[in-house]
């Protein structure tokens, strides 16, 4: 029987990576996708505490949330404002009970952290720009990996490979018609900041 040296186990066991075999390599590691939770529990927060900023935050989604609870939350939303329904602590916290997601949003305490974790609904704009900004990084990572994976699969003709690219960025447009929106929401709301300075007395009513 042939035992191989220490080295040669060594240098067997520490075979290099092969970037055919084992596809890309990044050189920064990425912890976690793009997202601010803090951003979306604000943003929840803001519709608890009023519901009138459910029509002002405009067309957040579910897919927009990185955290499935609050997801889950917003779909609650939704779902009694649909009913005619007022938006409160008790009023969601049965309609997640009823669809069997209360627990799993961690009950009527977690709603209540919510609300406190927002003292006041008058940014709740701002809340959801950001929540919308991270979606659609988001967005963009999935296309980009979608477009990787085809890549490297060798398994698959570049005719094949290419077409999917194009239903890719296909996509992508989408995400830039949301990121314009955002960029002409937060320039809307800069210009309407520099008129307060300028003119205190006109936004605030003084006589």
Known sequence: ML?????????????????RRDGPRMTTPITSRPNNVEA???????????????????????????????????????????????????????????????????????????????????????????????????????RATEIARAAYDHNKPVAEICAEAVVSFGRLAEVKERAEHISAFTGALAEQIDEARKNPRDIFGIP
């Open 3 to 19: 035992v191989l040296p220490s080295s040669a186990k060594f240098h067997r066991q520490k075979r290099g990576p092969n970037p």
């Open 40 to 142: 979306e529990q604000a943003v929840l927060g803001s519709v608890l505490i009023s519901e009138v900023c459910l029509s002002e935050i405009g067309d957040i989604t579910e897919s927009d949330f990185f955290l499935h609870k609050h997801a889950f939350v917003w779909r609650s939303f939704l779902t009694l404002r649909s009913a005619g329904t007022e938006i409160d602590v008790l009023t969601v916290s049965e309609s997640l009970a009823r669809a069997g997601k209360l627990s799993e949003v961690g009950g009527a305490s977690y709603l209540t952290q919510l609300i406190n974790s927002c003292p006041t609904s008058i940014h709740a704009a701002d809340y959801a720009a950001i929540v919308r900004e991270e979606s659609a990084r988001r967005a963009l990572l999935d």
